[in-house]
């Protein structure tokens, strides 16, 4: 890394080029796919008319949402709707610079990391920036002036509010155990550990992908635009690129946790049981897959756990959302948090 | 500003009003209902209906009896042959004609698949209002086979135009007794399988337990029939309580809730699919030969008179009231529509709850505009 150009705005420059259509590449598959597997689970066949086999649709989606009319309803508040979209996919897109894809490879000569930085408050840096979003939500539903927005940006405000904490809570259970708030540590503490973390934090785990779930206003947690009682919820009014924003945001997001999930909980890019298939023969025969594949392949995973559940559960009302998140999520994920507390104590950590 | 001020009809509470349709995804058609929301709950719900009147009872008056058929699909156009049945059975009874076996046969057959594939529908939407998506699907697979099955047998699947006053107008096709049968085999699996989805489903019961109830003394003061009057323990049924079509040659339950809430009349609607493959199972085992039309006149002109007959179709008491003046055409034919006057309870039933529960109540009751607007 002689030349700082090279190493402070090119590199950087390209990574994050990269990353930014990468991330919006997925995203837009991942409504591909949720629609394919949706319909597999729904004896339909799913869109199969634009490209070969229906592979194109997210592309055409995408180009009738940019030159659909942008309408502004009358009686809007124009900046803060015009705000909305951009709050909301911004923090989306902004919490991938953190999320290490990989180990440092060499390329060229050059060490090249899979990820845009290592900070060492990275999980913090996540939390913060994801948090960000909610204002997309509940600006965009009132700036918009239609009453089923605004209760669509009302109930998603609480939601994300009230999902947040134990979401934080089991998170913390993890930087017990890795002794860290950068995401790269956390997966090296997992390599010297031995073990994942879903194991020693099942609990935390489980919590965590609900909340996630909770989090990215998916089923069953999808009232804020719950379509058969608030026509679309917040972005209700929305259309055209701003619609597109917050189609966009969402599935970033769901991307988001599931990436957050897999790092934290299932060993990053690392191979699975990564000391005792060391011992035999499997880890050679399994060294070929790139780190980026395993990480890749536990991130789909999570995101066809999530079309799953759509496929599967009904919608929980507001007030039975609000009783989950506050009076089992929370007290559960407190004691849990002593409990691995407790447990780091004892054992050393790990 | 002045946004939030916009929101406040209201000067003196925190109370807003919204109007949840006619255009909404959940309002099943184009039911209007005025809400006066107190943050998510509901202090007050006003059904506002009309926008499908299509003065069906007035058409009704210049067409001939047996012309008034078509239109009546159009009533309840999920349910078209038990609204049918309703129909040729007032005609029939003004004029006293009997109609024969077979036909009657024809008539509960076609009946029951109806309700069937009503109650499928309703399964459908009612899930989907609750934001279970997949049993859509599922239940319109089966509806499919039903409207594949009345196609075969009267050319239309879903205005179905099947009876006529004295009988039936075709006998049943080559080998729709065994596709039938078929059907009906396979039916209660596919209803087992729904019920695994969703009657253990801890969310489904947290959205439908509890939610809507009415007690079976209000229900029977409200005029409430069908699953909804049964779903709060009352044991009514029409084709118990006043045989029709020679109803009472077959051996079925009718299943009723104890609470009154959405998931006892979930129960029952699910338990009522069960019985309907039941009575088609016994049809089909002892189904008379012979004609399938009485000896009726060519131009119907039934002796002046008033009559009133009702049929229990999926939704609740169909029932029919004429009154002739001796003519070809009737001189009033009044609808009692049971979706009507099942849906005058549903402030009844939602005051109090939360906007998603008004979801769930408009779904349990299972209305259908056509049939309430007329």
């Given at each position: 890394m002689a030349n700082p150009w090279v190493a402070f705005l090119l590199v950087p420059l390209i990574k994050i080029v990269v990353i930014l259509l990468a991330v919006i590449l997925i995203a837009a598959y991942m409504s591909f796919f949720e629609r394919k597997i949706l319909a597999y689970m729904q004896i339909r066949i799913g869109p199969n008319r634009v490209g070969p086999r229906g592979w194109l649709q997210p592309i055409a989606d995408a180009l009738k949402l940019l030159v659909k009319e942008d309408i502004v309803p009358a009686r809007a508040e124009k900046f803060v709707y015009f705000l909305g979209p951009v709050l909301v996919v911004a923090p989306a897109l902004l919490v991938?610079?953190?999320?290490?894809?990989?180990p440092a490879f060499k390329l060229f000569g050059y060490e090249v990391t899979p990820y845009l930085t290592d900070v060492n408050i990275g999980i913090l840096f996540i939390l913060g920036v994801s948090s960000v979003g909610v204002y997309g939500v509940i600006l965009g539903g009132w700036a918009s002036n239609n009453k089923f927005s605004m209760m669509g940006g009302l109930r998603s405000a609480a939601q994300l509010v009230s999902y947040e904490v134990p979401m934080g809570l089991s998170v913390v259970t993890v930087l017990l155990m890795?002794?860290?708030?950068s995401l790269v540590k956390i997966v090296e503490a997992q390599k010297q550990a031995g073990v994942w973390y879903f194991i020693p934090g099942i609990v935390a785990f489980f919590i965590y992908f609900v909340c996630g779930v909770a989090e990215t206003n998916r089923n069953p947690f999808d009232l804020p635009e719950a379509e058969s009682e608030l026509v679309a919820g917040f972005h209700t009014e929305y259309s055209g690129m701003k619609f597109a924003f917050y189609f966009l945001a969402e599935y970033a997001n769901m991307v988001v946790v599931s990436s957050i999930a897999t790092v934290l909980f299932l060993g990053g890019w690392l191979p699975p049981f990564p000391n005792w298939l060391a011992a035999v023969w499997a880890l050679p025969a399994l060294a070929w897959i790139p780190p980026i594949a395993w990480f890749v392949l536990k991130m789909a995973a999570f995101l066809f756990v999530y079309i799953w559940f759509r496929g599967t559960f009904p919608r929980y009302r507001f007030d039975q959302l609000m009783d989950l998140g506050w009076k089992v999520f929370i007290p559960v994920s407190l004691v849990n948090l002593m409990a691995v507390g407790l447990g780091v104590l004892l054992i050393g950590g790990k | 500003m002045g946004n939030l001020e916009a929101l406040k009809?209201?000067?003196?509470?925190?109370e807003m009003e919204i109007s949840f349709g006619p255009q909404h995804p959940a309002t099943h058609g184009v039911l209007r209902v005025l809400l006066r929301l107190d943050g998510e709950r509901i202090v007050d719900a006003k059904p506002v209906i009309g926008?499908?009147?299509?003065g069906t009872e007035k058409i009704f008056e210049r067409e001939t009896y047996n012309g008034t058929i078509p239109h009546t699909d159009r009533l309840d156009y999920t349910a078209a042959a038990t609204n049918n049945q309703a129909l040729v059975g007032v005609v029939e009874k003004i004029m006293g004609v009997t109609v024969p076996p077979r036909a009657s046969a024809v008539r509960v057959l076609l009946a029951e698949l109806q309700r069937i594939a009503s109650h499928t529908i309703w399964l459908g939407t009612h899930a989907l209002d609750i934001g279970a998506q997949s049993p859509f699907f599922y239940t319109f697979e089966e509806r499919e086979k039903i409207l594949d099955l009345f196609e075969e047998y009267c050319?239309?699947?879903?205005?179905?135009?099947?009876?006529r006053v004295g009988g039936q107008p075709y006998d049943l096709p080559d080998g729709w007794t065994d596709r039938c049968r078929t059907f009906v085999d396979q039916f209660p699996a596919r209803v087992a399988e729904w019920e695994r989805l969703l009657t253990t489903n801890r969310i489904w019961k947290l959205r439908t337990v509890g939610v809507g109830v009415i007690s079976a003394a209000n229900a029977v003061e409200w005029g409430l029939t069908g699953p909804p009057l049964r779903g709060s323990g009352v044991k009514w049924d029409i084709r118990k309580v006043f045989p029709y079509d020679r109803y009472e040659q077959y051996d079925f339950e009718i299943p009723v809730g104890a609470n009154g809430d959405t998931y006892d009349r979930y129960l029952v609607r699910m338990e009522e699919m069960r019985q309907s493959v039941r009575i088609i199972q016994q049809c089909l085992a002892k189904l008379p030969d012979g004609p399938?039309?009485?000896?009726?006149?060519?131009v119907i002109k039934p002796p002046k008179g008033e009559a009133y007959f009702s049929v229990e179709s999926p939704k609740g008491e169909l029932g029919f009231y004429v009154v002739s003046d001796g003519g070809a055409h009737p001189y009033r034919l009044h609808v009692r529509p049971a979706c009507f006057i099942n849906l005058q309870a549903l402030p009844e039933m939602v005051r109090g709850l939360l906007v998603a529960d008004l979801i769930a109540v408009i779904g349990t009751l299972d209305i259908v505009l056509g049939e309430i607007d007329r």
């Open positions: 991938f610079s953190v999320i290490p894809f990989g890795a002794n860290s708030l | 009809p209201f000067p003196d509470s925190e926008y499908l009147h299509r050319g239309a699947r879903l205005t179905l135009n099947s009876m399938v039309m009485a000896k009726v006149p060519k």
